[in-house]
């Protein structure tokens, strides 16, 4: 069996290209032709695979789909414009007014804002867990529940869940489990081994090769009954499987339209050939760094899962295969010690993102999730001294000296 970046590089296209290109061209077009009007019928009814509006499907953007399906083992892929609206799409096809999403405050904060601010007001309930703690989890469960949604590393918490154990409250109860694996590439994880049911990514991190667009992908792992979700049980009976990508194709994903670019699909394509060579790269410099820093007397609590003092080291030493991602923590004396850090450094880049070629580092109390109050930072577990180091694949060396001079006094 093929390897993972063989497999990206040598995913092959539907249909043959006319002119033999070793790449997937950039169908950079909104609308295709049709020979006659019962074939452009046949498209918009869904009787005959054709592609009729990029906002819809275009070839780009589907070989895409295929690579992450052919690397994955997916049921089925679909590519949409960011991270966000990945989760969006996927919340508003399985879910509506009434019904509840379990998850914890220690998430990503547009994801926490996404799930309080945009979708509370329609109705969406969402009810908040220690997922450390499985007891509060099957206690939050009840006949209106439609999902435990996760993230495989929190982010900037960096707290690792038993996924297994989620997997199996969700099963035992009926109900999705969906993962926000951005943090944890294809590379090294597989959210099917583990029990996902769905999974969300940001394919603006480690896919895009480095930073180079935005966009995302929902993995539908085919491992859910469509006919236990109250919303999609009758479709079930018809499309089996397909329930989802059915749902999102001709509905939901259509008519909200964040679509992924043709553009943006072809530069993501060419980010999954090297992401193996990424992503080993930035695991070390991260475990790298975090090692450096558990030495430096100004930085304190520092929380990287791959450090063995973490109290998340052996599970996530088990989930992901011996790579820990490229996110880690520090804390400084006060908000002011950690302004005048960021403020001193040198190569690394002030700036928000993860998993960008370059290391970026940032302050999430005043940034990320400067918007909520300071008692709700401290439930979401964001200190105003905090530090988040998203590592790139810079040399070693380069990198240490850099936080070496910005620490000092």
């Known amino acids: 069996m093929a390897g993972f970046t063989t497999k990206a590089i040598h995913t092959p296209f539907l249909k043959k290209d006319t002119h033999g290109s070793l790449r997937m061209p950039v169908y950079d077009t909104v609308a295709f032709e049709f020979d ?84 509370g007001p329609w109705g969406l309930k969402i009810r908040y867990a220690d997922f450390s703690k499985p007891t509060t989890i099957k206690k939050l469960i009840d006949s209106n529940t439609r999902a435990i949604f996760f993230e495989a590393i929190t982010n900037p918490q960096l707290e690792v869940a038993s996924i297994k154990v989620l997997a199996k409250i969700a099963r035992e109860s009926k109900i999705l489990l969906i993962g926000d694996t951005t943090v944890t590439p294809l590379y090294f994880f597989s959210g099917q081994d583990s029990g996902v049911d769905i999974e969300v990514i940001s394919a603006t991190k480690y896919i895009s090769g480095g930073a180079t667009t935005i966009g995302g992908l929902i993995i539908d792992n085919g491992t859910y009954d469509w006919r236990n979700n109250p919303r999609l049980k009758n479709e079930a009976r018809k499309y089996g499987q397909f329930t989802l990508v059915t749902r999102l194709k001709r509905e939901v994903a259509r008519n909200v339209g ?55 080291y052996t599970v996530a030493r088990s989930q992901f295969k011996g790579n820990f991602g490229a996110l880690l923590t520090f804390d400084l004396s006060s908000r002011e010690a950690c302004f005048s850090f960021l403020n001193k450094l040198k190569l690394i880049r002030r700036a928000t993102n993860i998993n960008d070629n370059k290391t970026l580092a940032i302050h999430p109390a005043s940034t990320i999730f400067c918007e909520y109050s300071p008692e709700l930072k401290t439930e979401m577990g964001v200190a105003e001294t905090m530090i988040r180091i998203a590592v790139g694949i810079e040399d070693l060396e380069d990198l240490t000296a850099d936080l070496k001079q910005a620490l000092e006094e």
Do not use: W
């Open 36 to 119: 006659t009007a019962e074939e452009l019928q046949t498209a918009f009814l869904g009787q005959k695979p054709r592609h009729a509006y990029s906002r819809i499907t275009n070839p780009t953007i589907e070989h895409l789909e295929q690579k992450v399906k052919n690397l994955t083992d997916a049921f089925a892929v679909v590519a949409v414009a960011s991270g966000m609206a990945a989760i969006a799409n996927v919340v508003l096809s399985i879910a509506g007014q009434g019904d509840n999403i379990i998850t914890t405050k220690h998430v990503f904060g547009n994801t926490y804002s996404l799930f309080e601010k945009t979708l």
């Open 258 to 312: 964040a679509c992924l670019s043709p553009h943006n699909a072809y530069l993501q394509s060419l980010g999954l050939e090297t992401l193996a060579l990424r992503a080993d790269r930035s695991s070390e410099n991260a475990l790298g760094l975090a090692k450096f820093l558990a030495r430096q007397p100004r930085a304190v609590k520092i929380n990287y899962p791959g450090l063995k003092s973490s109290p998340y």
